[in-house]
């Protein structure tokens, strides 16, 4: 199994692609690296408590994918993609300010594989997130 080097960082590309429910997928040495967008973070606070899935996890779009806890709220974060959990990252969950300092390159949660090619062009690109976000995302 893969695992993920404690110093890595992802760093946005044009390819980055993004869900309504503000996560953000960014694709790198074929796996979707997931996280969640600077704009989530804003909105939740102070994150305290992150639950990840386990490498190996077989994941279905609509599905649960992480759960978070901040001062402000907690809750589930769905999948916009099915596919197989081949890393993790675990030092936003010994660290969870992580996602409060850098939620799009260290604060990325997981990795994901096996993703349908259809499946990542039906995420939003950069241009079309922030037009959703402009429209009715917030």
Not at 56 to 68: H, M, P, R, S, Y
Request: glycine content about 8%.
């Amino acid at each position: 199994m893969v695992t993920a080097m404690a110093a890595e960082s992802i760093k946005k590309t044009a390819a980055r692609r993004y869900s309504d429910g503000h996560l953000w997928f960014e694709p790198l040495d074929g796996r979707l690296y997931v996280g969640l967008t600077k704009l989530a973070i804003e909105e939740l606070g102070e994150i305290n408590f992150v639950e990840l899935p386990i490498q190996g996890d077989k994941i279905q779009k609509d599905n649960v994918l992480f759960v978070l806890e901040s001062n402000k709220a907690s809750g589930d974060f769905v999948s916009a993609v099915d596919g197989t959990v081949v890393a993790v990252n675990h030092d936003v969950e010994t660290t969870p300010s992580l996602l409060n300092d850098s939620p799009e390159e260290q604060g990325w949660l997981c990795a994901i594989s096996d993703v349908t090619e259809e499946q990542f062009a039906s995420l939003m690109t950069t241009t079309q997130y922030e037009e959703w976000l402009g429209g009715k995302g917030q």
